[in-house]
């Protein structure tokens, strides 16, 4: 009895140590960022740091917003993110109900193509895209940006879709089949009501993927008009000097919009994320 | 043997009528999915298909920004594989991906565990926990930096405060190497943790308390029970996180943009480095071409696992 007590104490503070190195670890580079920019100048670079704002301040978020192009990279970031979920979730579903519904030729290549194109990195494309852009006068503009963007969330959605739709009995589609409904209406009314919850999963993914790019955005938008949220905070960096208070406010503002969807939908990200390889 | 001959039998007497019916509505339907798919296929081909090609064929090039190459051999390759850049970038990438992907491999193990067991504000530690996962990778890049600052960086003050010297974790190349991976890891951590959690949730209680009535200790539960059982998972996640640590151009770019002395770069960040920068894209489009065989041969395999669990074969 004593025994067991005891070593379940020596558990129990076991698990409180784990939990919270863990959470230092994984907390500290946010906290410092948040921490960062609501400091004033001086006091960013203070010795010994302050661990909280001593006196809590707006100034780096007002330069930000009011003496930089930051606004126009939010918006642009916000254009680009929609239009790509937008234009990939249509596709994605569309081709996910062909793959799954429909039996014909070729069907097994563009499956498997679907996820070989999903799974290629951007440093592996970021080149040729580039000419491809540039042949289609596509370089430096938001479209350009977009059709750059679905070269990974349009296959992305379409698995993700894929394994949606198949969770959806095909008696339903059959019987409206026999009722004389036309693939497309099929699709329409049977299959996209039941499919809701698992396309907006994917839309907040297609969206956060396509505001937290970099690579892409980095070399195919340049000017102060059409930089996205990323490539505007790395051209705030230009030449050897940080302004660290107003990259920590820059920072925070992009990621804002992210950590909302997370903390919203948390639970569905995560078993949407999981269960593309898992189950 | 009797009833099966008259079945081949029936069969070929029909299957001449059918044929043309069948043939015409597989025929139809093709042409539908096709519809259907459209944008899909478009994406497959303009947008990943040919621009791969493309990437080999500009490697074979001079290609310049402005400027339209002519095939020039092995050219691009021999001048690589003579460089000091290229060569440190391959040891470079080699050593952070394994470094990072078992560092990763062996903490996400621990932190899934750990993750699973029962204790109170368990839902808010985890969410907590998986927290990084949700930081765009380039903020997630500059909030290091910020730390990392050999000046005015978090932990040389704390550093300094317990009576330390200041380190040098960007500007010496041999630290600078490690800082990346911390990074890296950092970012990459909570992915592990939700694909082992998520595997771990999937083997049943039952066989634990056996093994613990029959007296296995916690590490021979691990090691015989909860290892076996989410291995495949753990190579799914091995080999995903592989292609994407590989990749890492954010981290490199923001912490040391390869440098000093190109003493930091990894094979993407140097091909941006030689195709942007320097405007040499058939340079630049062979520093990847050299390592597609080795992606190409991930994707492969995780493709037929991905393909098989969905499937659609």
Redesign the interface.
Known sequence: MVTGRRSRMRR?IG??V??AV??I??????Y??FI?SFKHEQE??A???TFFPLAPTLDQYVAVLFHTGFPVFIRNSFVVAAGTTL?AA???L??A????R???????T????????Y??????????????LQRLSLINSLPGLI??Y??FS??FS??ML??HI?TIPSELDEAARIDGAS?LQVLLRVILPLTLPGLSVVCLFAF?NA??E??YA??YVYSSSTRT??AG??SL?MGDT?I?GQ??AA?VL??VP??V???VA?RWL?AG??S???? | MASQALRVGAGAISRGQVRGGANRERLRTTLEAYVFLLPVVIVLLGLAAYPLADGIWESFTNRQVAQAGHFVGFANFTMLFHTAAYRGAVVNSVLLTVGAVATKTVLGLGCAVLLTQDFPLRGLVRALAFLPWAVPGLVAALGWRWLFDEQAGVFNAVIMMLGGQPVSWLSDSSIAMVSIGIATVWQGLPFYMLMFIAALTTVPAEIYEAAAIDGASAWERFRHITLPSIADVIGVTVMLSSIWTFNNFNMVYMLTGGGPDDRTQILPTLAYEYAMQRNLLGMGAAVITSALPIFLGIIFLLTRRMLREKGVR
């Open positions: 129990n698990i409180s784990a939990v863990l959470l670890w994984s907390l500290v580079p946010v410092w960022i960062t960013i670079y010795f010994p740091p234009i249509a596709g994605g569309l081709g109900f062909a793959i799954t429909m039996r014909f030729v070729g069907r097994a563009v499956a498997r193509l679907i996820v070989v194109a799974l290629l990195p951007p440093s592996l494309l970021f080149i040729p895209l580039f000419i491809v059709v750059a679905l070269t349009m296959p379409t698995w894929i394994g198949r693939r956060t505001w937290n970099f690579l980095l070399v949220i990323t905070l790395a960096t940080f660290w990259l920590m920072s992009a990621i992210v950590l969807i997370y903390l948390q995560i994320l999981t593309g390889s898992i189950k």
